[in-house]
Antibody, heavy 117, light 108 residues
Framework: QAHLVESGGGLVMPGGSLRLSCVASGFTFNTAYMAWIRQAPGKGLEWISYISTTGRTIYYAESVRGRFTISRDNAKNSLFLQINSLRAEDTAVYYC??????????WGQGALVTVSS | EIVMTQSPATLSLSPGERATLSCRASQSIGSDLAWYQQKPGQAPRLLISGASVRATGIPARFSGSGSGTEFTLSITILQSEDFAVYYCQQYNDWPPYTFGQGTKLEIK
């Protein structure tokens, strides 16, 4: 059974940085397409980034392009999201998710990022 | 970017009733639509992909239909555990993947 565990969330000041991690287990990570999706408090779901199995193909939502960087380490079954220049509107629960057929079949429990002074 | 619009925003029903949730795409997406269920404090769970294919372990009371721009998620004989927020998501034209704003299914 696929299992995803995020870590690295916390309280950050505006303009600050954070690195989220997601450790995968229960499936062959190096064949999985992965994504980050976030959810602001009381709001809906927003896809923010995608990475292919090798990391060669990467996409970002317009709202985070240039500030967020997705990466992966297949040897460590890990997915990362480096988030820089944080703004109040980046406050959200950040989920890592495994894509299966372009839908998100498996999700982590989420990591809360709060941007506040 | 394809905009997904869900209706109604809130649906109030009683256990045992049937729920019908709608999702509309701003342009045709074929059958490239997924539905998710999210309960408070939990991650979303995939219910349906390909507009009508239930994910592993999803009860048969959940069914999806539609194609093009109009889609429906139906839940027959509502159980107490079905009261949650439901999201649709398109994957026909991406990036970006886009979600609807959600329908809250609440107990009447």
């Amino acid at each position: 059974q696929a299992h995803l565990v995020e870590s690295g969330g916390g309280l950050v000041m505006p303009g600050g940085s954070l690195r989220l991690s997601c450790v995968a287990s229960g499936f062959t990570f190096n064949t999985a397409y992965m994504a980050w999706i976030r959810q602001a408090p009381g709001k809906g779901l927003e896809w923010i980034s995608y990475i292919s199995t090798t990391g060669r193909t990467i996409y970002y939502a317009e709202s985070v392009r240039g500030r967020f960087t997705i990466s992966r380490d297949n040897a460590k079954n890990s997915l990362f999201l480096q988030i820089n220049s944080l703004r109040a509107e980046d406050t959200a629960v950040y989920y890592c998710a495994r894509e299966v057929g372009n839908s998100f079949a498996y999700w982590g429990q989420g990591a809360l990022v709060t941007v506040s002074s | 970017e394809i905009v997904m619009t869900q209706s109604p925003a809130t649906l109030s029903l009683s256990p045992g009733e049937r729920a019908t949730l709608s999702c509309r795409a701003s342009q045709s997406i074929g059958s490239d639509l997924a539905w998710y269920q999210q309960k408070p404090g939990q991650a979303p769970r995939l219910l349906i992909s390909g507009a009508s294919v239930r994910a592993t372990g999803i009860p048969a009371r959940f069914s999806g239909s539609g194609s093009g721009t109009e889609f429906t998620l139906s839940i027959t004989i509502l159980q107490s555990e079905d009261f949650a927020v439901y999201y649709c998501q398109q994957y026909n034209d991406w990036p970006p993947y886009t979600f609807g704003q959600g329908t809250k299914l609440e107990i009447k």
